[in-house]
């Protein structure tokens, strides 16, 4: 099985990894295509249009991006 993610960008994504309690990780870009791991996830807490709670923490949504692994099968089943 390979593993991938899935970047949470609309209110639409994040309400439903909120309601099915996905573990979300956040990630602040970097240059040249590198990240920084800020917070190795948890359930949604709580969601406004400016910030994501997660784990206690408010994160605001124009600086990180939030990501759920994703699994596919590369068997292609």
Do not use: E, G, I, N
């Given at each position: 099985m390979n593993?991938?993610?899935k970047?949470?960008?609309s209110d639409i994504e994040l309400f439903?990894?909120?309601?099915?309690q996905?573990?979300?990780y956040v990630v602040q870009?970097?240059?040249e295509g590198l990240i920084d791991i800020v917070d190795y996830g948890g359930a949604v807490e709580n969601i406004t249009p400016e910030s994501v709670k997660i784990n206690g923490t408010f994160?605001?949504?124009n600086q990180f991006e939030?990501?759920?692994d994703v699994k596919k099968d590369s068997t292609g089943m």
């Open positions: 593993h991938t993610y970047v949470l960008k439903a990894a909120a309601l099915s996905a573990r979300v870009p970097l240059d994160f605001m949504r939030f990501r759920v």
